[in-house]
């Protein structure tokens, strides 16, 4: 059964500093991943989805790379913001059900100003 | 405004009770999900749809029922069964259910019991 964990669970750093959050996958056989991003009491917003083909994806100050084989993906957030404040989740699309994603249990970020 | 809508926002049931949490899309995608996300926690998958009149269960989907009558809509029924009801219940869609197409997600109802 695939798991995905995210580490640390919860990250605080300051202003403008570059960040790295991480999601490791148990099962390397992934069709894509994608990361979220959730306020408190909010729903998720999509950031970046890699397809297993691709190695990395870039949108704004964010880019996410995935590593198939050790079973990792990364997102890199650069020159962060106090409005980046937030929990970030990972998710794969396992094989063998290629509509249920998995999640992770997320990074609880803080920026501080 | 395209989107995912869900209501109520907050819903309050006494133990014992059945209660609806509405989901509806307009983003015209043939597939949508219900999750279960608790304080800590990643999301659980419950039910899902492919299509009208079309629905699998997911990893935890005792005690709740759904239905799909409608392409733009995906009711959740939470029954008296279900042993631990309170969590922040989220809907999703996705363009068909096929490995490529992304999730996009509605704003949630967070259900307690009381």
């Known amino acids: 059964k695939q798991e995905v964990t995210q580490i640390p669970a919860a990250l605080s750093v300051p202003e403008g500093e570059n960040l790295v959050l991480n999601c490791s996958f148990t099962?390397?056989?992934?069709?894509?991943l994608q990361w979220f991003r959730q306020d408190p009491g909010k729903g998720l917003t999509s950031l970046l989805l890699i397809q297993s083909s691709q190695r990395e994806q870039t949108s704004g100050r964010l880019n996410a790379s995935l590593d198939k084989s050790s079973g990792r993906s990364t997102l890199y957030i650069a020159a962060s913001q106090p409005g980046d404040s937030a929990t970030y989740l990972c998710?794969?699309?396992?094989?063998?059900?290629?509509?249920?994603?998995?999640f992770g249990s997320g990074t609880q970020l803080t920026v501080l100003p | 405004d395209g989107g995912i809508t869900q209501s109520p926002k907050y819903l309050f049931r006494k133990e014992g009770q059945n209660v609806t949490l509405s989901c509806e899309q307009n983003l015209n995608h043939d597939a949508m999900y219900w999750y279960r996300q608790d304080p800590g926690q990643g999301l659980r998958l419950i039910y899902y749809?492919?299509?009208?009149?079309?629905?699998q269960k997911g990893d935890i989907a005792e005690g709740y029922s759904v239905s799909r009558e409608k392409k733009e809509s995906f009711p959740l029924t939470v029954t008296s069964a279900q042993k631990n009801p309170t969590a922040f219940y989220l809907c999703a869609s996705s363009p068909r259910a096929s490995s490529h197409n992304e999730q996009f997600f509605g704003p949630g109802t967070r259900l307690t019991v009381l």
């Open positions: 998710a794969v699309n396992p094989p063998g059900s290629a509509r249920q994603l998995t």
């Open positions: 099962d390397s056989a992934i069709y894509n």
């Open positions: 749809s492919q299509i009208v009149n079309d629905f």
